[in-house]
């Protein structure tokens, strides 16, 4: 595989951007080697529909639009990133604090420390902000038949 691979997709602040980001992104992983069907893929699933939800719930119409990066590097490292154009960084809520929402941003760092990565938030020159996530590359090896092929 290729030393650096990149995808992005920019997408409008509505509702139905959420399923078109995930779609793109699991998409885009079996592309680059992971099947749709494993534990990872189903954690990224997760993580990019909480922070796709949060593009486009959070930025109250400032931003008509967010990106979608997705970034591997040299088979080790696996980055995906949300950015939009509203200035505001997320708050996180006391846990006394009883609401049905808000608890995205919780969600996403514990998958993806469970995982062994880092969440990170920073602002872009242009005013916004891209929350991102950093995983491990770890696509699951198939068993390799006697004839020499992979399982499904």
Known sequence: MAD???ASVTLPSDPAS????????????????LPADTDVSDTVRLIISELATNAVQHTFGQSPTFTVDVELDRDERLRIGVTDSHPRFPR??????????????????????ECGGRLRI???????????????WAVPVRPVTTAGQQEP
């Open 4 to 6: 650096h691979l990149e």
């Open 18 to 33: 959420v399923s078109a980001a995930r779609a793109y992104v699991v998409s885009t992983l079996a592309e680059w080697g």
């Open 122 to 136: 920073r602002p872009t020159r242009e005013g916004g902000k891209t929350i991102s996530i950093e995983l491990p």
């Open 92 to 113: 996180r809520l006391p846990a006394a604090v009883q609401q049905d929402n808000g608890r995205g941003l919780v969600i996403i760092r514990w998958l993806t420390a």
